[in-house]
Every structure is written in C-alpha cells, then in structure tokens.
Nanobody, 119 residues
Framework: QVQLVEFGGGLVQAGGSLKLACAAS????????MGWYRQTPGNQRELVAS???????NYADSVKGRFTISRDNAKNMVYLQMNSLKPEDTAVYYC?????????????WGQGTQVIVSS
C-alpha cells in the first residue's frame, strides 16, 4: 500500500506565497519522478513542476521564475514553493510520484489540496 498526502494549501492574496508539501509512505523500494499538477473545474489536469531525478527540474511556462520544486529523498517528500501568486494559480494541486514496487514502477497521486489566490 502506497499513499501520498499533501499539505499546505489555503487562501492567499495575490502576490503572496504558499509552500506545498507531499509525503509518500507505505511499502516500496524507491521513488523515480515526483512532481505537481493542478486542475481547475472543467479543465484537464496540467503539469506545474516535476523532478524526474534529484538534479532535473521542469516547470510549466506559466510558473517559471515564481515556483520552485524540491525533493527530500531521505523523507520521501516533494515540495512546491509558490511565490508571487496570481489569481490564475487558483486550482486544486495534486502531487504525484512514480514509485518502484515489486513488479515494476507505478504512478500514485495525492488527494489534492486547494489553493485559492484572491485578487
């Protein structure tokens, strides 16, 4: 059993900051990629940031220069520091992880955490 749990969503004014965290727990060998997606009502889930490895980061163009993704492999955690937030960043944010278990690697998702940016 593998579980991803997110922390840190909430309400913030435009220009403010929030930090999201996601912890992976359960029985597994290792974690490959980790990252964050977001989704708004009526839209598809979109990639925000990812770390395929501990030394590679990818960002959506809309968040480059404002968001920073990081990982703590010892704690099986991924973080998303969000600065200079805009109302259009309002969404449910989901963390994901590509986790290696017996038999192969599998994608897991957190339950989502709401971020609301007021203008």
């Amino acid at each position: 059993q593998v579980q991803l749990v997110e922390f840190g969503g909430g309400l913030v004014q435009a220009g403010g900051s929030l930090k999201l965290a996601c912890a992976a727990s359960g029985s597994f060998f290792s974690i490959n990629a980790m990252g964050w997606y977001r989704q708004t009502p009526g839209n598809q889930r979109e990639l925000v940031a990812s770390m395929p490895t501990v030394s590679i980061t990818n960002y959506a163009d809309s968040v480059k220069g404002r968001f920073t993704i990081s990982r703590d492999n010892a704690k099986n955690m991924v973080y998303l520091q969000m600065n200079s937030l805009k109302p259009e960043d309002t969404a449910v944010y989901y963390c994901y992880a590509d986790i290696v278990r017996f038999g192969g690697s599998y994608d897991y998702w957190g339950q989502g955490t709401q971020v609301i940016v007021s203008s």
